[in-house]
């Protein structure tokens, strides 16, 4: 499952969160994060950073390491809570909430994700040659020229 979601996100752009120390990394070959800014090396296009999940509101320490493609550097995320009250570990978690995120961490990896703006209808965004006829657009162009 997780080289799946991985070739995705090489493919498409993306970003990945799995527990700190996975061996989904390794067994990748993925970068290791080196604590909360993110890093990049010359072998892979993805870049890494590790954050804590109680930063952003889960009640315990979930050391974290994070995965992002796509087309600009991310920005470094910042959580919203004082981890400091949080409990030690994810041991400490009920079963059944080990694999959940936190909503304010969903939304800051969504809107790390989200796509560029959409083109508006009728936007052409192809470049013109530099010798198009005065008062002509491509349309009228290519009728001309058949």
Same mark, same amino acid.
């Given at each position: 499952?997780?080289?799946?979601?991985?070739?995705?996100? $090489?493919?498409?752009? &993306? @970003?990945?969160?799995?527990?700190?120390?996975?061996?989904? #990394?390794?067994?990748? &070959?993925?970068?290791? +994060? =080196? &604590?909360?800014? #993110?890093? $990049?090396?010359?072998?892979?296009?993805?870049?890494?950073?590790?954050?804590?999940? *109680?930063?952003?509101?889960? =009640? *315990?320490?979930? +050391?974290? #390491?994070?995965?992002? @493609? %796509? /087309?600009?550097?991310?920005?470094?995320? @910042?959580?919203?809570?004082?981890?400091?009250? *949080?409990? /030690?570990?994810?041991?400490?978690?009920?079963? %059944?909430? $080990?694999?959940?995120?936190?909503? *304010?961490?969903?939304?800051?990896?969504?809107?790390? =994700?989200?796509?560029?703006? /959409?083109?508006?209808? &009728?936007?052409?965004?192809? /470049?013109?040659?530099?010798?198009?006829?005065?008062?002509?657009?491509?349309?009228? $162009?290519?009728?001309?020229?058949?």
């Amino acid at each position: 499952m997780f080289a799946s979601a991985l070739a995705a996100v $090489r493919c498409f752009g &993306g @970003v990945l969160e799995h527990p700190r120390y996975s061996a989904a #990394w390794a067994t990748f &070959g993925l970068p290791r +994060p =080196v &604590g909360p800014t #993110w890093q $990049r090396n010359l072998f892979d296009e993805g870049w890494v950073c590790e954050i804590d999940q *109680a930063e952003w509101g889960l =009640v *315990a320490h979930k +050391p974290t #390491w994070l995965y992002y @493609v %796509g /087309p600009k550097v991310p920005p470094v995320l @910042v959580g919203t809570h004082d981890a400091s009250a *949080a409990r /030690p570990g994810p041991k400490d978690l009920h079963s %059944g909430h $080990r694999h959940l995120t936190p909503p *304010a961490l969903r939304d800051a990896l969504l809107d790390l =994700v989200k796509p560029n703006p /959409p083109r508006t209808r &009728g936007q052409d965004l192809t /470049p013109e040659p530099a010798t198009r006829p005065a008062g002509t657009s491509s349309p009228e $162009r290519e009728a001309q020229a058949r």
